[in-house]
């Protein structure tokens, strides 16, 4: 007979809760909402070393989106914790790691003994992210050994995967495994060469051991060894995963990595001359009050967290969607402020509109919207393409610096390149999406010409710094604030420019190098700038348009068979024309829908790209009919119709045709001048 035998170390706790158990935080809580018998296990197995973590943890960090009302649970004492580790030794511009992924590993090596291995599979971008510098500095400072088996299968890095097909667990999120092992040193400082020689081999050091012996204690309390193996790019997820059943740890062949000095593991730049270069932008002031650096203020594009409702090609359009939007909101406000509590909130709002934290407060504190028609601006939302934007604080999430540049006319040169694929440039006069230039990951920055102050005055946005730079490494005192600008969207351009410092461009910010000929890379940042800035006004390209006559088809029946069947009433309703905007490389052909295509495209005009798309099909792509996620804007503001833009797009491929093939005969003066 059988009987049942209690577990009787099961336990049920949040384990990211129970931050009693690590013994840096000297708190015993005792009240876990429990029954005093899972207390005390809890308590028991808290007081337990634990030397081996193995596990899963979730990938998000967050909700998606405040219509979901499904957010993560909030840690602050673990995230207290990743604030003092992980994100104070980072360098980057904005740090979220915050993932639970990211928690569960601060928890896991807070709670292991001196002693002891974690074994987490979870999203691979700790691997090289920017973001996750300080946290490659951590685990490189807290542990002696890591061994990462990447996997790959990121489809937001490379569009070119299948989310099904080469990621182990069919995501879109690219996936590694990492494995971290402690091992408290009993090291003894070698007083003699002998003494050294008889741990030398142990310890891996490679070198002369007279005069290597006096750092060893260095190389054995603090060197960390990173070991690295990356799965094939293409390689399916069966063949990851057969990889993985089939091999043993000890026989895989991991690469040993040398991190740089800013902790990045992997594709590190080439020895260069990248810290000499200008930076063109900081957050450190250095000398009194001026930055040292070419340009003062810099600064992401708009997020609005609601593209589909402030957003539209349409004035219009755009204007029933806020309108409703705020109406919607305001019945909320009239509705629950006031008559329940701020934490409920999320449980009885109408889903039918957009929500976000920030609007969220705002209908707590019962604050009324109110719609303003000054506030409807021209966006650069994609490149070469504009739309309206209802530029509200209220209804963008981050407005970042924006409000700071376009108080009146200015210039600014946008660019995406930290945690990029690749580096992109493309300048605007007007407010630009966060997404402006992204495809990938990575959002939109920007360096501005000016910028204004409180009273809306026009101030140079280049420093005094990087004008006596220029005025003193050239030295000529005529130059101006206008040409180094310029200057500097030339450079950005620069193919040779992008390939010596394409890994140092994926971590940080551009820099400026000083070339021969000043002027004729500015006058070149110049004419470039003018080219895409008014992209709207130059001479169309003379492409070939070929249309389909249905009447004249009809005659030539007519003239053939002798007679052609008229429609039924019924059916003699305008047929509904089905919209392509493919193109054909090869052919030099676009077909706009059934009746349209033109040719002759020259084919310069698909060299110019901007990351792995020209900027002819960014202009298809983003024309094209797709039917709104917004399941509201689905339903009452689906309006968009290719057809009420047809001759407007058909004369913007014109024109970007133009300054594709302008561009290049630009770029191609620099590579001749580069090869000279």
Request: net charge positive; with cysteine; aromatic share 14%.
């Amino acid at each position: 007979m059988q009987y049942y035998a209690e577990f009787r170390n099961l336990c049920f706790v949040d384990t990211l809760d129970n931050t009693n158990a690590l013994s840096y935080s000297g708190k015993q809580h005792d009240m876990f909402g429990m029954t005093s018998e899972n207390t005390e296990r809890i308590r028991r197995q808290n007081s337990k070393k634990i030397s081996v973590f193995i596990g899963n943890p979730p990938y998000n960090s967050n909700q998606k989106n405040e219509n979901e009302n499904n957010k993560n649970r909030e840690y602050p004492f673990i995230d207290k914790r990743i604030s003092e580790t992980f994100i104070k030794h980072s360098t980057a511009q904005k740090t979220k790691v915050y993932d639970m992924y990211s928690r569960f590993y601060r928890y896991a090596m807070d709670r292991m003994e001196k002693n002891g291995v974690i074994a987490f599979i979870t999203n691979r971008s700790f691997i090289d992210s920017r973001t996750f510098d300080g946290f490659r500095k951590i685990i490189a400072s807290e542990f002696n050994a890591v061994y990462i088996v990447d996997l790959g299968g990121d489809v937001r890095a490379n569009p070119k995967l299948s989310g099904t097909k080469h990621n182990v667990f069919g995501i879109q999120t690219g996936v590694a495994i990492m494995i971290l092992v402690r091992k408290e040193s009993n090291f003894k400082q070698p007083k003699t060469d002998e003494e050294f020689r008889e741990i030398k081999d142990d310890l891996n050091i490679i070198g002369d051991p007279v005069v290597l012996y006096k750092d060893i204690e260095h190389y054995s309390a603090q060197g960390c060894r990173i070991y690295y193996l990356r799965r094939p790019e293409m390689e399916t997820a069966k063949e990851k995963l057969e990889f993985l059943r089939d091999s043993k740890l000890e026989y895989f062949y991991f690469d040993r990595i040398t991190p740089d000095k800013n902790n990045n593991w992997i594709n590190l730049a080439e020895d260069n001359d990248w810290e000499s270069l200008l930076p063109l932008a900081t957050k450190e002031v250095k000398s009194g009050h001026s930055k040292e650096a070419v340009f003062e203020l810099f600064s992401n594009g708009v997020v609005t967290a609601r593209d589909q409702w402030v957003y539209d090609f349409s004035n219009q359009g755009l204007k029933q969607k806020v309108h409703f939007l705020i109406d919607a909101y305001n019945a909320n406000v009239v509705k629950h402020s006031g008559h329940i509590e701020k934490k409920n909130i999320k449980n009885v709002v109408d889903y039918g509109i957009k929500w976000t934290r920030a609007v969220k407060n705002d209908l707590s504190k019962g604050k009324q919207y109110k719609f303003d028609n000054s506030l409807i601006q021209d966006c650069s939302y994609r490149p070469f393409i504009k739309k309206k934007l209802y530029f509200s604080k209220q209804l963008n999430e981050m407005q970042y610096q924006l409000p700071k540049l376009f108080k009146g006319n200015n210039k600014i040169i946008a660019f995406r390149c930290v945690s990029a694929e690749h580096f992109v440039t493309l300048g605007t006069d007007r407010i630009f999406d966060y997404a402006y230039l992204k495809m990938g990951n990575g959002g939109t920055f920007s360096f501005p010409f000016y910028r204004f102050d409180e009273k809306n005055t026009c101030i140079d946005n280049l420093t005094d710094w990087g004008l006596h730079q220029f005025t003193n490494h050239y030295n000529d005192p005529t130059i101006t604030k206008e040409e180094i600008f310029h200057y500097t969207y030339a450079i950005l351009h620069n193919p040779a420019y992008r390939k010596k410092y394409e890994m140092n461009l994926k971590r940080e910010f551009p820099r400026l190098p000083f070339y021969e000929d000043f002027r004729k890379w500015a006058a070149w940042g110049k004419a470039l700038m003018e080219l895409h800035i008014n992209y709207e006004t130059v001479e169309p390209w003379p492409l070939e348009r070929h249309d389909f006559d249905i009447k004249a088809e009809a005659k030539r029946q007519k003239e053939s068979f002798g007679t052609v069947e008229e429609p039924k009433e019924e059916f003699s309703r305008k047929p509904k024309i089905r919209v392509k905007l493919k193109a054909d490389k090869t052919t030099g052909i676009i077909e706009i829908d059934e009746l349209t295509f033109l040719s002759g495209i020259p084919a310069a005009a698909w060299e110019y790209k901007l990351g792995n798309r020209s900027a002819m099909e960014w202009a298809l792509d983003q024309y094209k009919e797709k039917k709104p996620s917004d399941p509201t804007i689905a339903e009452k503001f689906n309006s968009y119709r290719f057809s009420d833009y047809k001759e407007q797009v058909i004369g913007l491929l014109q024109r970007v045709c133009t300054v594709s093939v302008e561009t290049i005969k630009i770029i191609r003066k620099m590579e001749e001048r580069e090869s000279g």
